[in-house]
């Protein structure tokens, strides 16, 4: 019976003759009353348990009414979700017992009493608000795009929204419902006494076992009441007890390779019920697209596991681990408990598909997994109807009469490994003989609200296109480009000519036509290198420094006894641990003054050194260390700096101190120092940029710098100047085991090595591998995108013992590294690629999402690790599992990430963020002997232990420390 609701519950013992071919199963159960608990997913517990189920009760809930502005709600029994007039839902939780595990799946669960055709929408929200304080005047806005959109809502029925991308470990979280059309919806609150809402996580301990997950090879439902008909290409599942209907579903088990801990069946409900089905084994073999209920095949043995209360738009999960010992085929069936049916999503549905994760005691790891995501929104425009909405079941490309275009967002989250394949699915109503090309946008719009006058920008250039579509056949378009790391991808579907097409959309009457995003992830592995031991990544602490006005750590260095060496900028004055620097402006903000600091590696201060000169502004960009402890620095000032041996002239400079902060020399540059190292010599490597003599005023850097000064007196042992035909700039420097130099920035133009040069491009990032004396060995330019408004650049390399080298950078629109295209699906996205010493590409990954991502630095730790670190916002996934940056009133704020990759292959050891709300920003990178990790930034605001804010909440220096 297709039972909306919870329904009577009488068990009659007669559903069992459901089972087939004259097997009887067990016996029946007294029915559970309409205030059972939801059902909860059962764990194995023991020393390999990896996945772990934690349920939260709700620790705040209230509705905001827009008929009632200034009125709480807080203590109601109910709270309402409705258009008009407008009622927007509040939940808070207090999550805890995360840990170190990763967050792989998390769901909202409410309780609803009356029904919708159309559910609400789910966004994260601050966590500052309380219950019987929040107002419809008051309340927090949302943030961010909704986790999670229901579609209709039963009377009387659990309701699952997926919540996911907004719940990453320990701490408050909070989320807002809100709904976008006029047929409202209200739940329970906890005030009511009964089914409050609930926050269910799954999670995942590292160690203890390998997850291998694999999908239905066949799945089909059998109806007494239509008992020749096969339902095997259907989208759903049905197990029902009036008409009778059962459930069959068979997995091919292989890779085992140790013992089995566990093994569980998980499916998708689509339709609840307050009691779900048994799970048996049953016979082999049976074929999906001819079994029926006179041929079903029959059970085997007593029932393995049975479910309670279902909810709508939830996993649930069914341990078979009786039926799997190991390689083969399990093979099961659902056989109902109950009149109150349920639906499951089968193979078929375009998401949310039926799966066999099979837990296996030590074991290989798996190398990646394939999955299939329908679209969470889509939508077309139409230039004929500025303001129209066209959310329909169709949709539609073209450029005449009108010009239309058609957006799709997918939610990816849960994704394990990097992407090696992405392929967008698309069925086609409307052939054309020119179809479409498909382009990235902004994930921050919604289906039914998008119009031709306000429609996300196609941006960063064409990833796929269609050429010939015919009617009635699926379109297959390779969008792998489109997927840097974050939860969330958008695409535009843009008209290529006047001959239209058309294709069914997620609101399509047949869900089997609706769109599909087919992804296949890789899992990079490879051995250890020397000296390897366990990595954590774990946060350590740090220290800060503040005072009137704008303090930063902008670099820091590591020596051979673990001291740190950093290099900041303040105004006014700031005592780093020896006493206050001077101020060396006017006022009581000097323009800008260096600091350069040295503390030893349990962050007592040793020295610390403050430098200026009266009206000017100073900036020290980088700084090194060589074996003997000596110091050098490089950066740039307007009108002077005094290191120790008068006013340097305005412009770059490059100096060298002693371990105990003394002066040794320092040398003017025409131009602007950006990065420094130290040779096996000690002489001191530089690079940079500046225009050439005679270029116009307000002209771009066209000369690239690189120039190796004297270890005992600064003179130059040689100085190169390469010229670019248009802008080139020299962000990093770093030097090899046999002294070579490498050198990474940005070019534009053409740039001259001597006999060899860079080709003519737009704005790209460039390496450049230079000889011991200063000449080139080999260039390489990495292909862009044409469009000259946008950064592109390598901000920072490093060399490792065998020559090899690692570059981070960020980039806008598009480029090519090794053989894959990469279009940033924000405003930045970031990459990291280690060349050979050949410069031809060993590996290399991509991170970005909606917002802004950063890679800003990167070293090589003496295990031969590669850690990079850099600036996001928001969620990205940098190979372990998605990280967020804490949210605030204006949505997610800019914080840091830190990450450990293996040098042979580019293996995810570990990824940390760490961010308060407002701003975090890691500038620095150094690694210690011992591989410990130091990063130097600035943040705004107090966060955690040593991390005080400013009175006037201005930016302060800082120091933090991660574990190896």
Known sequence: MRVWGWGRAALIAALLGVVGCGVQGEGGQEARALEAEPSRVAVKQGAQQRMRTLTFPVAADTWADESAPNVSRGSASQFKVDGGPRGEAFLRFDVSGVGNATVRRATLRLYAVNPTSDGPEVYATSTTWTESGLTWNNRPPRVGIPSADAHAIPQEAWVGFEVTPHVRGDGAVAFLMLQTGSDGVEFLSREAGRNPAQLVLEVEDAGGGTDLRFSAEADAHVQEAQPTTNFGNRPTLE???????????????????????????????????????????????????????????????ESVDNLGAVALNEWVELDVTQLVSGDGVVSVGLVPLDTDGVDFNSREAVDHTPELVVTVEGGTPPSGETRTFGAVADAYTDSAHEWGNFNTAELRVDTAPSRMLSFLRFDVSGLRGDVASAKLRLFVLNGTSDGPSVWTT??????????????????????????????????????????????????????????????????????????????????????????????????????????????????????????????????????????????????????????????????????????????????????????????????????????????????????KFSPEGVLVWARPVDGDLRSVAFDSQGHVLASGQAMRAGSPPGSQSNELLVLKLSAGDGTAVWFKRFQATTMVRGEAIAVGPSDEVVV????????????????????????????????????????????????????????????????????????????????????????????????????????????????????????????????????????????????????????????????ACGEHRWSQQLSHGVYVWARGLAVAPDRSITLSGLYDRGFGPGMPGDGDNSARAMLLHFAP
């Open 239 to 301: 197990v029902d007890g009036s008409p009778r209907s059962a459930t069959y579903l068979r997995f091919r088990v292989a890779g085992v390779s140790g013992n089995v801990v566990s093994a569980k069946l998980r499916l998708f409900s689509t339709n609840p019920t307050s009691q779900g089905p048994s799970v048996h084994a049953v016979a082999d073999p049976w074929d999906e697209q001819s079994v029926t209920w006179n041929t079903r095949p029959a059970l085997q043995g």
């Open 442 to 655: 902004s994930v921050d719009w919604s289906e039914s609200s998008v119009t031709d006058a306000y429609a996300p920008y196609p941006d960063g250039g064409p990833v796929a296109n269609a050429g010939p579509t015919p009617v009635g056949s699926w379109l297959e378009l390779d969008v792998t480009g489109a997927f840097l790391g974050g939860p969330l991808v958008s695409f535009a579907l843009v008209p290529e000519s006047t001959d239209g097409a058309g294709f069914a959309s997620s609101e399509h009457p047949d869900a089997s036509l609706r769109p599909q995003l087919v992804v296949t992830t890789h899992i990079a592995r490879c051995a250890p290198g020397g000296g390897d031991t366990p990595a954590s990544g774990t946060y350590q602490g740090g220290q800060s420094w503040g005072g009137t006005g704008y303090q930063t750590g902008n670099g820091v260095a590591v020596d051979a006894q673990g001291h740190r060496i950093l290099i900041a900028q303040y105004e006014g004055s700031v005592d780093f641990g020896g006493g206050a620097l001077p101020n060396h402006g006017t006022g009581d903000i000097s323009d800008s003054d260096i600091a350069l600091v040295k503390r030893r590696a349990d962050g007592s201060h040793v020295w610390s050194k403050g430098f200026g000169a009266p009206g000017s502004w100073a900036r020290a960009e980088d700084v090194a260390v060589d074996t003997a402890g000596n110091i050098a620095v490089v950066g740039f000032s307007r009108a002077g700096v005094n290191l120790g041996s008068g006013v340097l002239p305005a412009g770059g400079f490059a100096a």
């Open 744 to 903: 990474g920035g940005s070019y534009q133009g053409t740039v001259a090595f001597g006999t060899t040069a860079l080709p003519e491009s737009s704005v790209a990032p460039f390496l450049a591998k230079l000889s011991p004396t200063g000449y080139a060995v080999w260039v390489r330019g990495f292909l862009s995108s044409d469009y000259s408004y946008a950064e592109r650049a390598f901000l920072d390399v490093a060399v490792a013992a065998d020559g090899a080298i690692a570059g981070v950078g960020a980039f806008s629109q598009w480029i090519r590294i090794g053989t894959e295209t990469a279009y940033s699906t924000g405003l930045y996205s970031a990459f990291l690629a280690v060349v050979e010493p050949d410069g031809s590409e060993r590996w290399w990954r991509w991170m970005g999402n909606e917002g802004a991502t950063f890679g800003r630095g990167v070293a090589i730790d003496a295990a031969g690790d590669v850690v990079v670190m850099g600036t996001f916002r928001s969620t990205l996934d940098f190979g372990g599992g998605p990280l967020t940056t804490a949210p605030t009133l204006g949505g997610p704020y800019e914080g840091f990430f830190v990450a450990k990759y293996r040098m």
